[in-house]
Structure formats: structure tokens, C-alpha cells
């Protein structure tokens, strides 16, 4: 079976190409069965393999082709295969087989059904090949492949043109970063003479001593692409406006898979990080900023589907400080945990959508608990685990971050509580807007009626993906001989306590404020400061207003600036010179004898003149 | 022979063509494109009786059986000129793509009403001759000679079948073009005049030439002189300009082939000629040649975002594509180098297909104005899906040509400059900007119902199938073409650094 490991991305590539070959000619049912069932088949093709492989856990290659071979420059087509690899993978096919039989009814009455389902398989064959590559070329042809794919599923309605600008945006900035990386590419080969992820991080090992400068921008381009990818400070924008596309692409792309690539490839990479003590802590307090950043502008969000876009920012920045403070495991932990909470919160606000005449706004919603009662406990289960509380999913990998940045000590002295104590009030931000949503969209008063009921290819997925965000806590990674081995924790039980209290807390406060709406909070909300802050959070900090003034408008400008072509203006002056000249000699041809005559005249005199002057 | 039965096909292919125009206009295309692809299968054969270790040798100058092919006969002795035809890897692929291109072409204007269609097609092929003849010359006196016949026929297919600025886009096509082939012949002369001091022997022959003693001073010129022609050809910044109004004006055959073969002729002779004759004069412009080229990468896309214009969008894209090119030989060591080859052959596919497609909307459209254009994906989903693959090849999508050639350019450049590779790397921002807002505008956006629209048929799709394939294959198999030209990047005069030998600027 671990021989076969190339089929896993072969099936949804198959999959795609003929749903796009076929284009929109093969019936529906086929189309349905083809997408999800290609992706079925992969998962399948992944716990025969990893079961195989968890008996005899050795990591191994498989080299597919020789790619290139030029002057030293050989990276191969070949897979990696080792627990990393293998979590990924399980995460990938399987929460992707989930959304794709979701997507079978939700896009069931879209009249681009197969292109849908080809560009879907597309993405989970690019997701495959990023997490499976053997070198960071591989690597980088599935990066950009996902992000193609997610550009492709963002505009997927292409005829409202405000999705093809959220999807332009969403390439564009993800591209900046990925430039930043292909640097860092370029920085890695030159350096070290090879791109084959593990030879490379022994090379980059013997090579650099710990603080290196080159390490260090090796990591930083690195961590550029990380950022872009996983919607992290500073290229974060473009992730809420991803949301124009449908709603089980961002469970997918935007909030699954995609989006953590940068966790990944800083968790694969991570032999590198650590000769950049520096960049490691930068990735700590990017993380850290973007979370809570990102977790105030969810508390002040109306969509829906812009607060779980921002709350998947939010919770990519506990994996990227996870990352920062060295625990790599805890950081890839809370990956798989929010896989499975953020697909499943979602695909039911997706159910919500779907059942109610595609609304978005939270306060046209209400009431929904006894409507859609699948829903109700799916978002209920989903919004516990998002929050961190006790005994679900989210509480075992987020609990293991916080506790593991209180104690990092270097590389400055103390920083470790200040980290744990920022996470912390994340922690209880996230608890008020998950349980804000809850609150506002299933109790209170019923606003909007639903006119259907999800069928069981949405019940099912979600069903499932409840149990995962409960069970999925207790999953043991083997990731032990992936990263460097982590002490247990020591803290005290007064940390521990509060880590779990928190977000009780922040539930508190949410039942107060939203449900019995018995807190007086509107003295400070409606005041004019309040409102305005309000607006600040509710515009997320005014990143957007800020890039187009720092650099959309003047790229604008400039090119329209251009568009007259001044070089073209110097060549222009050249023809009109040659034009007078021409015009003032041929006006010395008038045809008049007399005037003939006297030039002659002239120009013998001239030519005499010269001569004599010469001799 | 081959070599030269290769262009005399061509050239009184056209002829023929010309001749059968008065049989009825579908005579000429069909005869066209049959001949072209006679001619593609009668160089596959040929190939076929070549020994395969042949193609791993390095090609010498003094060893004319260490060529793939070569022939040569005597023209003017006097003045040592001669037929002289020699193929190598480089060639081989370059003339593969003129060929497969080529019918592409024909392909690509089967469905226009372009009067005169015997003389229309004649011109292609003569305009294909003058550019194998150059990728095949080794006579510089030939290759100049090939370098003026392949400009006349595409002058003629501009200043005739073009669009509505066709007088002033032909006649800047050709004073540019011209001019700078005037400079060229005037170094090919003083570098023979040169020779001729130091041997006592005229010789107009690449292999005679090679070893030139040239003082520092003449190189620089000459070097200049052989420089500025093929620069203007590739076109390089700030030379560029005949490029978006010869593009834009061109009719689609026109444009495809420009775009597609005849820029890579200034490519191939800066490879060809210009490093190998003047190795030491070439290195210390180096600095200067990958500034135009980092120049071109951005200004190109700049400029290509700005456009509203279809084609003279493709075809500002065109100048930021070849600034790789351009890049990638100056940037002088074999990775940057296999780059530059690789972006020619890609770039050749990408452009000719958006050309291509480009055709088809102005033919459908009647405008090329993407502001008129929007939703086309609705009514022409197959040019929809074909246009998307195309501006995804063009904007450097891994595995894909363009990808494998601008990523080893950059890798290669890297070692030598790092900070050229940075301003480079922003090329691949813009890239993606210029060609998803060229998506945006032409094919995406809410329909104009009215339209009544034709979508690509089975032999459109046929051609762009071929051209998918192939990217396809250059990004996910590009071993083949890599081990072609390794040869040739060796046998060049130029001492091509391995890059494990070069330092990196701190």
C-alpha cells in the first residue's frame, strides 16, 4: 500500500481533468459521484497507507521522475512520507471527502455543477502534492496550485464582479507572499545546493550556526509565504473577502486545509526556524498579533461568514505562536482540531445559508434552534470547540499552546507569560463571538423562515464532523519523531486553572450580554468613542483602506501614468525632426527657374569660397 | 541538404501557394498548412537518421560531424561567403517551435476573410523561411540576408491585412527593425574587415569569426552593434515600441508568429552571436543588459495592467516575458541560461495562444476593447477555459513552461545578483495582476445576452490542445529540451561558470 501513495493525489487529478474535459456533459449523478467519490477513494488510499505504515513507522521516499537536471539543480518529482505527512494527508482527504458529499446537495441546483467539482478535485490533488512533496519545488508547485484553485473558487460566480475582485485579491496578496518565498527558494539552493527538504535542513544544520544571518533570511522569505498562505499578519486581508465564494469552499480552502499550509510548511521547515531564533519569535508574535487582532474584528462582524473567516485568522494565529514557542506538535494539533470544528461551524452556517434564501446577516437570522435542529447542535458543538471549552476538540490542542508559551524563556528572558497572558484574552474574545453567534442566530426571536431542511449529504458530514470535534481531542499524534521532543509541562495549577476558566468566562459573558442582554455594556458600546472603535474593529483595523492608499492606488496611477508610453515620445521627436527637415528642403524645390538659377549661382560661390579656404 | 531543402520548401511553397489562390480561397490555407506540416514531418524524419549519441555532443566549431547537421557550398569566394547551414540542439528546438507554430498560425486565420489569401499565406511561409533560415545560418553574410527576408514578408502582412493603424505599425515595425539590422551589418563587416587584418583572409563564417583577436575598444562596439539589433528584436526596454503597435495591428497569423518565433530570433542571435563573438565585451555589458532586463519585467507588466486594448495587452506581457529572457542570458551560467532557452520555447506557446485567442474575440467581437468584452465565459466556455489555462501558463503557474523557465532564470540570477533577482521576483506580482485582470474584464462579469456567440470549433481546439500539451510537458518534463541545448551552452565560446563556482554577493 505505501508503494501506492502516489494514487492518492492521482484519483481527484483524474477526477478533475475529466470533469473538465467533459465540460458540463456528464450527468449530474456521475458528476456527484466522480467528485466526492475520487476523494473517498483517496481517504481510503490513505488509512490503508497509514495503517501499513504505522506498523513499521519509517519514514520513506518515493521518486516518481527525475523533474530536472540541470548543472547540480535536481529536485525530483517525489513524495515524502513520514507522520507529518500522514496527518496531513488524513486531515486533507478526509474532512475533504466530507465537504465534497456536503457540496453534492449544496451546489446540487448550480448550474456549473461539474466545473464546481473539477476545480474542488483539482484543489484537493494540489493540497495532496504540497504536504506530500519531497522538496520545496514540488512543494511550491502545490502551493501555487492551491492557491490557483482557490482564485478559480472564490470567483466560482463569476458573473457578479465583485467576486472576481475577492478572488483577484485573494491570489494577488497570497502572491506577494509566495514571491517573498520563491526568494527564499532561490536563497536555499544557492546556499545549500539542494531543495530536497531533509538533505536540505542537514545541509542548512552543518552549514549555519544557530543565529545565522542567512539562516535568518532564509526563514523570514520563508515565513513571507507562510503568512500570505495562512491570512497572517501582515497579508491577512485577503482571507474575509474569500468568503465570496461558496460556502463549502471556505470550509475547505479557507479554513480546513488551505489556509494552514503556512503552518506547515514552518512545522516541515522547522530544522531551519530553529537556526533563527530571531525569526521563531517573530512567528510567536505574529501569531499573536494577528490572533487577537482578528478576534476583535469577529466580535464586531454582522456575515456570518466574515466572523468564522476571521476567527479562522484568529485561530491560524495560536498555530502560528504554537509554532513560535516551539511546540511544533501542539501547533499541527490545533491544525487538525480546527479542521474539524471550523469545517464543521462552516458547513452549518453554510446549512443556515442554504436554508434561508442565502442570508447572511446574524441579525435576519434568530430562533433557529428549533428549526434547524441539526444545525443548532452541529454550530453548538462546533462553537464549544472553537471556544475552547472543557472536554471538546479545540480545548486539548488550544490548552497545550497556552501552556507551552508560559513557558518559554528565551530567546528574551519572561516573554513566556506575556505570550500565554495574550493568548488568554484571545481565548476569551473567541469564547464571546463564538457564543455571540450561537446566541444571536438560533435564540431570540425567529426573523427569517427557513423554506428546506438540510437532506442527509449535508446531515451526515456534519454529524460526523460533531463527533470529531469532540473525539478528536483524545487522537494521539505520532509526531513525537517528527520534532524535537517537548518536556511535559510544569506550570502551576493556578495557570492551568485560569487557561480553563478563561473561556468559560468569555461564554459568560456572551449568555449576559446577547442572550438575557442583562450586562450594561450599551453605556460603552453606543457611546461616540465606542462607535467609532466599533466601526475601526468592524472595517478589520482599516488594513484594506490602508494598502490601497500605500500601494493599490499608486500601482494604479503609476501604470496609468505609463499607459502614454514616454519612450515611444523620444522616438517620436526623432520622426519629427526628420519631418521639418524634410519639409524645409522640399520647400527649396518650388520649380521656378529663377530661383534655381540664383541658388546656383550661390552654391558655386560657396563651394569656391570653401575650396579656396582650404588650399 | 536538409537544412536547406527545409527552407527551399517553404520558400517555393509560398510560391505555390501564391499561384493557387486563383482555385479558390480554401485552396491556399489547406495547401499552406499542408505544407508546413510536410515540412515539420520532413525534419522529424531526418532526424530519425541521426545517430542518438549524436545529440549529446558538444557542437565544435572546427568539427562539422560533431553538428547534427550542417552543409555548406560556396557563394561568393572572394570575399569567403558561403551557403553555410549548420543545426544543433539550440536550432533544433527553435526550429521545431517556428514549425509547429507556424501551422498554428495558419490554423489560427482559417476562419478570417482576409483577401488575397494565396498571397496572405504565401507571405507566412515565406516569413517562416526567413526565420529557420536564420536560426540555421552560419555564414554571418547569409544570416544577415535571412534576417532581411524574414521582415519584408511580415512587414507586407502587417501593412496589408492588418487592422486599422496598419500604415504607421508596419512602417514602425520595419524602420525600427531595419535600423538596427543596418548597425549589425555594419559590425558584421568591421568584424570581417578586422579578421581580414589578422588572417589575411576574408571569412564571413560564425566558425572563422569565433576566434577574432579584437582589442577591448572594437569589441565594445561591434558587441554593441550585434546587440542592439537582436535587442530590439526581443524586444528589450527601451527599444520595445515597435512591439504593442505591430502586435495590435497585425492580423492574427501576423501575431502569432511574431510573437511566438520571430522575437526569438533576437534571442537567438544575442546566444548565438553575440556572447560567443565577444565573450569579454559581452561580460562587462552584463550589468547593463540585466538592468534592461529587470526593467523590461516590470515596465512590461506595468504597462500590460494599464492596457484596455486585448492584444497590446498580451503583447505588453510579451516584453515582460522576454526581459527573462533577457535576464537569463546575461545573467550567464548554465541554470539561468537553460532558463532563457526554455522561456523561449514557452513563451512562444503561451503568447501564440493568447494571440490566438485574441483573433478569435476581434473575428467574434469585431473589438478588441476588453471594456466591450465581459462575460464571455458564459457564451464561449471553451475559449473561456482555454484563455484561463493560458493566463495561468503566463503567469507562472508551476508546472507549466513559463514556471520551469522563469524559476531556473531567477535561480541562475540569484547566484550572480541577488537583489536583481528581488526587483525580478517582482515580475511574477505583476504577472499575476496583468493576467487575472485580462480574465476579469474579457471573460468573467455578467454576460451581454444579446450575443449570439460561436464558440471554438474542433480545429481551433486541436491547435490548442497542442499548445497545452506542450506547456504540460515543459513544466512537468522539460528534461528533453534541457539535455538538447546542454551542449550547445558548452560549446560556446563563452566560459559558461558552473554555478556551484560563484559566489553569492553577501
Redesign the interface.
Known amino acids: 500500500m505505501l508503494q501506492a501513495i502516489w494514487l492518492i493525489p492521482l484519483f481527484p487529478f483524474v477526477s478533475s481533468v475529466l470533469l473538465m474535459v467533459t465540460a458540463g456533459r456528464m450527468p449530474r449523478t456521475m458528476v456527484a459521484l466522480l467528485g466526492a467519490g475520487s476523494v473517498g477513494l483517496s481517504a481510503l488510499v490513505v488509512l490503508g497507507a497509514g495503517l501499513e505504515f504505522m506498523r513499521a513507522p519509517e519514514p520513506f521516499t518515493l521518486t516518481l521522475w527525475h523533474w530536472m537536471q540541470v548543472d547540480g539543480f535536481n529536485p525530483e518529482f517525489a513524495f515524502y512520507f513520514d507522520q507529518l505527512t500522514l496527518v496531513m494527508m488524513s486531515v486533507i482527504t478526509g474532512v475533504g471527502f466530507l465537504i465534497h458529499l456536503y457540496s453534492t446537495e449544496f451546489m446540487q441546483d448550480d448550474r456549473d455543477y461539474s466545473r464546481y467539482f473539477a476545480y474542488m478535485n483539482m484543489f484537493v490533488a494540489a493540497m495532496l502534492i504540497l504536504v506530500m512533496a519531497d522538496n520545496l519545488l514540488l512543494l511550491f508547485l502545490g502551493w501555487e496550485g492551491v492557491g490557483v484553485c482557490s482564485y478559480l473558487l472564490v470567483g466560482f460566480w463569476y458573473e457578479d464582479p465583485a467576486n472576481g475582485a475577492a478572488s483577484r485579491k485573494a491570489f494577488v496578496v497570497t502572491r506577494v507572499g509566495d514571491a517573498a518565498m520563491a526568494l527564499g527558494l532561490f536563497l536555499l539552493f544557492t546556499e545549500l545546493g539542494t531543495l530536497t527538504i531533509q538533505p536540505m535542513l542537514e545541509a542548512a544544520n552543518q552549514t549555519w550556526a544557530s543565529g545565522d544571518t542567512l539562516a535568518a533570511l532564509a526563514a523570514l522569505l520563508l515565513l513571507g509565504g507562510a503568512v500570505g498562505k495562512s491570512a497572517q499578519l501582515p497579508l491577512h486581508t485577503w482571507l474575509p473577502d474569500a468568503m465570496a465564494g461558496p460556502t463549502p469552499v471556505s470550509a475547505l480552502i479557507h479554513a480546513a486545509t488551505m489556509v494552514t499550509a503556512g503552518v506547515y510548511l514552518i512545522a516541515r521547515t522547522h530544522g531551519l526556524f530553529l537556526l533563527a531564533p530571531d525569526v521563531l519569535l517573530l512567528v510567536a508574535l505574529v501569531g499573536l498579533i494577528t490572533l487577537l487582532l482578528a478576534a476583535f474584528t469577529a466580535l464586531n462582524q454582522h456575515d456570518i461568514k466574515r466572523i468564522l473567516a476571521y476567527s479562522t485568522i484568529s485561530q491560524i494565529g495560536y498555530m502560528f505562536l504554537a509554532l513560535g514557542v516551539g511546540a511544533w506538535s501542539a501547533g499541527i494539533f490545533h491544525l487538525m482540531t480546527h479542521a474539524f470544528f471550523k469545517a464543521l461551524l462552516f458547513l452549518a452556517a453554510g446549512a443556515i445559508i442554504h436554508c434561508l434564501h442565502h442570508e447572511h446577516d446574524i441579525f435576519k437570522m434568530g430562533g433557529l434552534r428549533k428549526k434547524l435542529p441539526v444545525v443548532f447542535w452541529s454550530f453548538m458543538i462546533g462553537a464549544a470547540a472553537l471556544a475552547a471549552l472543557p472536554f471538546t476538540a479545540g480545548f486539548f490542542s488550544k490548552d497545550q499552546i497556552l501552556l507551552s508559551a508560559f513557558e518559554l524563556h528565551a530567546p528574551i528572558a519572561g516573554i513566556g507569560p506575556w505570550l500565554w497572558a495574550g493568548g488568554l484574552l484571545g481565548a476569551l474574545l473567541t469564547a464571546i463571538y463564538s457564543f455571540r453567534l450561537v446566541f444571536i442566530v438560533f435564540f431570540g426571536a425567529a426573523q427569517t423562515e427557513p423554506d428546506k431542511q438540510p437532506g442527509w449529504r449535508m446531515a451526515g458530514p456534519l454529524s460526523l464532523l460533531c463527533v470529531l470535534s469532540i473525539i478528536g481531542g483524545w487522537f494521539v499524534l505520532p509526531l513525537s519523531s517528527v520534532f524535537p521532543a517537548a518536556d511535559g509541562h510544569h506550570v502551576s495549577g493556578l495557570v492551568e486553572g485560569i487557561s480553563i476558566g478563561v473561556p468559560l468566562l468569555g461564554v459568560a459573558f456572551a449568555w449576559l450580554i446577547y442572550y438575557r442582554r442583562s450586562l450594561p455594556v450599551t453605556g460603552i458600546t453606543e457611546s461616540d468613542s465606542g462607535v467609532a472603535l466599533r466601526g475601526y474593529w468592524y472595517r478589520g483595523w482599516d488594513f484594506d483602506r490602508l494598502y490601497d492608499s500605500l500601494l493599490v492606488n499608486p500601482f494604479v496611477a503609476v501604470s496609468s501614468a505609463l499607459k502614454s508610453e514616454w519612450v515611444d515620445a523620444i522616438y517620436h521627436s526623432v520622426v519629427r525632426f526628420c519631418q521639418a527637415l524634410h519639409r524645409g528642403l522640399s520647400q527649396s524645390q518650388t520649380g521656378k527657374m529663377r530661383w534655381y538659377a540664383t541658388s546656383m549661382v550661390f552654391g558655386l560661390i560657396a563651394l569656391i569660397t570653401l575650396l579656396g579656404w582650404v588650399y | 541538404m536538409l537544412l536547406v531543402n527545409l527552407i527551399l520548401i517553404l520558400l517555393l511553397g509560398g510560391a505555390l501557394v501564391w499561384w493557387a489562390e486563383r482555385f479558390g480561397d480554401h485552396w491556399p490555407r489547406q495547401l499552406a498548412l499542408a505544407i508546413v506540416i510536410g515540412d515539420l514531418l520532413y525534419l522529424l524524419r531526418g532526424l530519425t537518421f541521426i545517430a542518438p549519441e549524436k545529440f549529446a555532443l558538444v557542437p565544435e566549431a572546427i568539427n562539422p560531424d560533431s553538428w547534427l547537421l550542417a552543409w555548406s557550398a560556396e557563394w561568393i569566394p572572394r570575399f569567403g561567403i558561403e551557403f553555410s547551414f549548420a543545426m544543433d540542439g539550440l536550432s533544433l528546438i527553435l526550429v521545431l517551435l517556428t514549425l509547429v507554430l507556424g501551422a498554428i498560425a495558419i490554423v489560427s486565420s482559417w476562419d478570417e476573410d482576409n483577401p488575397r489569401q494565396g498571397f496572405f499565406q504565401a507571405n507566412i511561409l515565406w516569413t517562416l523561411a526567413g526565420v529557420i533560415g536564420v536560426f540555421l545560418a552560419m555564414d554571418l553574410f547569409l544570416f544577415f540576408l535571412f534576417w532581411e527576408v524574414m521582415l519584408v514578408p511580415m512587414y507586407l502582412l502587417i501593412a496589408i491585412w492588418g487592422h486599422e493603424g496598419k500604415s504607421y505599425a508596419s512602417m514602425k515595425f520595419f524602420i525600427f527593425t531595419q535600423f538596427s539590422g543596418l548597425l549589425m551589418l555594419v559590425a558584421i563587416v568591421l568584424l570581417a574587415i578586422v579578421h581580414h587584418g589578422t588572417t589575411g583572409e576574408y571569412s564571413f563564417s560564425y566558425f572563422d569569426l569565433l576566434d577574432t583577436p579584437l582589442e577591448q575598444n572594437t569589441a565594445h562596439w561591434l558587441m554593441l552593434g550585434f546587440f542592439i539589433a537582436f535587442v530590439v528584436k526581443l524586444p528589450g526596454?527601451?527599444v520595445?515600441?515597435w512591439l504593442?503597435d505591430a502586435h495590435t495591428q497585425a492580423p492574427t497569423a501576423g501575431s502569432v508568429i511574431l510573437a511566438g518565433i520571430l522575437l526569438k530570433t533576437g534571442a537567438y542571435g544575442l546566444l548565438r552571436f553575440t556572447l560567443p563573438l565577444f565573450p569579454g565585451a559581452s561580460l562587462d555589458f552584463a550589468p547593463i543588459a540585466m538592468l534592461l532586463g529587470v526593467a523590461g519585467v516590470i515596465?512590461g507588466a506595468?504597462?500590460a495592467?494599464?492596457?484596455s486594448d486585448f492584444k497590446r495587452l498580451v503583447a505588453y506581457s510579451s516584453v515582460s516575458h522576454m526581459g527573462f529572457v533577457l535576464l537569463g542570458i546575461y545573467a550567464w551560467?548554465?541554470?539561468a541560461l537553460?532558463g532563457a532557452v526554455m522561456q523561449m520555447v514557452a513563451h512562444g506557446f503561451s503568447t501564440a495562444a493568447l494571440f490566438m485567442i485574441a483573433g478569435a474575440l476581434q473575428q467574434r467581437l469585431h473589438t478588441r476593447d476588453m471594456d466591450q468584452m465581459g462575460?464571455l465565459?458564459?457564451q464561449m466556455?471553451?475559449m473561456g477555459?482555454v484563455a484561463?489555462f493560458f493566463a495561468?501558463a503566463s503567469l507562472g503557474?508551476?508546472?507549466l513552461g513559463n514556471?520551469?523557465a522563469e524559476?531556473?532564470v531567477?535561480?541562475g540570477l540569484?547566484?550572480v545578483d541577488?537583489w536583481m533577482?528581488?526587483a525580478a521576483?517582482?515580475g511574477?506580482?505583476t504577472a499575476?495582476?496583468y493576467s487575472?485582470?485580462m480574465m476579469?474584464k474579457a471573460?468573467?462579469?455578467?454576460?451581454d445576452e444579446g450575443r449570439n456567440l460561436q464558440d471554438f470549433g474542433k480545429l481551433e481546439m486541436t491547435a490548442m490542445a497542442v499548445m497545452i500539451i506542450a506547456l504540460i510537458h515543459l513544466g512537468?518534463?522539460?528534461?528533453p529540451v534541457?539535455d538538447l541545448v546542454?551542449p550547445v551552452l558548452d560549446s560556446m565560446a563563452v566560459e559558461v561558470a558552473?554555478?556551484?563556482q560563484l559566489q553569492?554577493a553577501p
Open positions: 526596454f527601451p520595445h515600441t504593442p515596465y506595468i504597462l495592467f494599464a492596457q551560467n548554465t541554470l537553460q462575460g465565459w458564459r466556455p471553451r477555459a484561463l495561468l503557474m508551476p508546472g514556471f520551469t524559476f531556473l531567477l535561480v540569484f547566484a541577488p533577482t528581488a521576483a517582482l511574477l506580482i499575476a495582476i487575472l485582470i476579469q471573460f468573467y462579469g455578467a454576460p512537468l518534463f522539460p528534461q534541457f546542454q558552473p554555478i556551484s553569492v
